[in-house]
């Protein structure tokens, strides 16, 4: 598996252009959210909000009235909690195509409680004619883009930043999960950073014996994609949800919604940030401290079987990750 | 008819329809009409470059919101036409909207038929209006967030090319909000100079004096502190709020600072002081009061 840096920063100047109804608007977070070099590359496009969250969002609405589509860069807790309102006054009610793109999401910042997104899928899910996407790779980062710009609404996007493996080789589609791993003993289903730990989870559980249906979500909203429902419907011991976010209304409660509905009696384990806020520390320390990294994986399967694996950290970092396709036996599904 | 008589007739309708439905309500926002019917007469009659109305005279009923209703469009028809070289109207303190529809009925944009379906389920004119009520174009009952609205189209049409102005009504309650002042720095900074603001400063918000409430004033520094141009205008004098869109503001927005007065034309009203937000009547002798004041101004009321 390749680590790759600052994606976006290099994928958004390509990819825009050719679309000159793109503007990006920034809230002095320019270079913390990889736009930098869009601003370099393209100023008569690039719009310098300062600290205004609430009058970019609004200005954002404004200017996608007039047929611009902007992408309004800055991290995630200065749009979804301080500017809700004018998310969804400005923008959400009138279904404006305002892109928002959301940086730090949950535990993938030092910066402790103020700077970390752990509730925002609960919230923009909440939100009526929003579109909410999240990536966890590269791959995701880049193609991400392409399905935000061609939905016709608003769209929230948590996004990566820096340093992000690249997992994937299969563009991201809208409203269909990558399906990574088949088996038959429980489901799991990751999003965002937690996709990379699962795999290495997964790799040692299926040596010992465990097998599992691993789906990556990258969209929340409209939470919709068949082949949840159809792989949970035939899991043995049941389902586990394993995100980077608060354990209430992400994708814990997507999948608990889904099951729900389609009368489905498994269990349903979600593992995530239980119903806390976080403290500042570095990804790794938090990631355990937490419970979002495998080994914290590898005890939630062993709760959801009963049994103990006798598996260990240094198993865990054994694992060499390859990319993979990411839509195991799409035709037969 | 020379224009300021126009303008007055237009005010003058205004204070008479918003009075009667508040009568026939039981209640409303009438000391707004008191306050800025000659701004709204004057912008309509006189100060912005608007084609005459495209929207259906008799308004159609609500048939959904935005993303779920395949025909939506928003009240801005009734403001003329989108074209490059016109002006464009936006209205902030959206619980004005009785005030508004009153206007445009005065004005010839909307039909009476329209003014009757105010407040009516199932009727898009609504009290506090959405931007699918006649005459509205954004969603501002969320106050504050209008004017930064407004900076998004402005920059756009600054982008296109477009060489109309972009108006926008407001209240001076808002001048509390931060969000309003995170728009005109930012109009500053964009130099903006597109951007006229007409505030109907009555001193008054829900709870009652602005002064008892917030200290928004001395406004007009502030607003130049901010890297606006301001003027200050009596709210009442039709020639005064004309010639106040003509002041100078290269390079920067324009704010009119229009001092109005909460009860102006309807002086029954003056005793309610210091609360005119909401007009109510809690003693029958307060409806007889405005029924004779009415009669006495107007003549007998259509009840429509």
């Given amino acids: ?333 | 008819m020379s224009w300021e008589r126009e303008a007055k007739r237009v005010a003058d309708g205004i204070r008479r329809r918003v009075t009667a439905f508040t009568l026939k309500n039981g209640g409303g926002y009438l000391s707004q009409a008191c306050s800025s019917a000659e701004i709204l007469a004057t912008l309509y009659t006189k100060v912005m470059n608007l084609g005459p109305s495209v929207a259906p005279p008799v308004p159609p009923p609500f048939s959904g919101v935005p993303g779920r209703d395949p025909n939506y469009t928003t009240g801005a028809g009734y403001n003329g036409p989108k074209e490059p070289h016109l002006d464009r109207f936006f209205i902030s303190p959206v619980h004005y909207a009785l005030v508004l529809y009153a206007a445009l009925v005065e004005t010839g944009r909307m039909a009476e038929e329209g003014l009757a379906m105010f407040n009516q389920d199932g009727s898009r004119v609504e009290m506090i209006g959405a931007e699918h009520s006649p005459g509205h174009e954004l969603m501002a009952g969320s106050l504050g967030q209008a004017l930064s609205q407004v900076i998004g189209i402005a920059l756009a049409r600054r982008e296109h090319g477009e060489t109309g102005r972009n108006f926008v009504f407001m209240s001076d309650g808002e001048f509390m909000i931060g969000q309003t002042w995170e728009a005109i720095e930012t109009l500053a900074f964009y130099r903006l100079d597109t951007v006229v603001v007409y505030i109907d400063a009555n001193g008054q918000s829900a709870d009652g004096k602005i002064d008892e409430v917030m200290r928004i004033e001395p406004l007009k520094d502030r607003l130049e502190a901010f890297g606006a141009a301001a003027v200050e205008v009596n709210g009442h004098d039709v020639r005064a709020l004309e010639a106040a869109a003509r002041t100078p503001h290269d390079g920067k927005a324009l704010f009119v600072i229009a001092r109005t007065n909460p009860y102006c034309g309807v002086e029954v009203l003056a005793d309610r002081a210091p609360k005119f937000h909401y007009i109510r009547f809690t003693r029958p002798e307060e409806r007889e009061a405005l029924e004779r004041f009415y009669l006495e101004k107007w003549g007998k009321r259509d009840e429509a």
């Fill in chain 1, 1 to 333: 598996m390749k680590l790759e840096t600052q994606v976006h920063q290099k994928n958004l100047v390509r990819w825009a252009a050719d679309k000159p109804e793109v503007v990006v608007f920034s809230a002095d977070l320019t270079s913390s959210t990889e736009v930098r070099l869009f601003a370099e590359t393209y100023p008569e496009r690039f719009y310098s909000f300062g600290m205004t969250e609430q009058n970019m969002i609004s200005a954002a609405g404004g200017m996608a009235r007039e047929g611009f589509t902007p992408w309004v860069h800055t991290f995630a807790v200065f749009l979804y909690r301080r500017a809700l309102d004018q998310i969804q006054m400005s923008v959400a009610y009138p279904n404006l195509r305002v892109r928002i793109v959301g940086f730090l999401p949950g535990i993938t910042t030092p910066g402790g409680a103020t700077h970390q997104a752990i509730e925002d899928i609960a919230i923009m899910r909440a939100v009526p004619n929003m579109t909410v996407l999240e990536t966890g790779d590269a791959t995701d980062v880049e193609t991400v883009l392409d399905v935000a710009q061609a939905v016709d609404g608003p769209v929230y996007i948590r996004m990566l930043r820096g340093q992000i493996p690249r997992l994937f080789t299969e563009p991201l589609r809208l409203g269909r999960v990558r399906h990574l791993r088949e088996g038959s003993d429980l489901v799991l289903l990751t999003a965002g950073i937690t996709t990379e730990e699962a795999m290495r989870a997964t790799e040692v559980l299926d040596a010992r014996g465990v097998s599992i249906t691993h789906l990556h979500v990258t969209t929340h909203k409209p939470f919709g994609d068949p082949v949840v429902l159809d792989t949970i419907a035939g899991a043995r011991y049941g389902v586990i949800t394993f995100e980077n976010h608060t354990t209430v209304g992400g994708l814990g409660s997507e999948v608990a919604e889904v099951m729900a509905e389609a009368g489905l009696g498994k269990k349903l384990l979600r593992l995530g940030i239980p119903d806390t806020y976080a403290h500042g520390g570095s990804r790794p320390y938090l990631m355990r401290y937490y419970g979002l990294d495998a080994l914290s994986l590898v005890r939630g399967v062993e709760r959801l079987l009963g049994e103990e694996l006798g598996i260990g950290d240094e198993d865990l970092k054994a694992v060499r990750l390859e990319p993979v396709h990411g839509d195991y036996k799409a035709e037969a599904l």
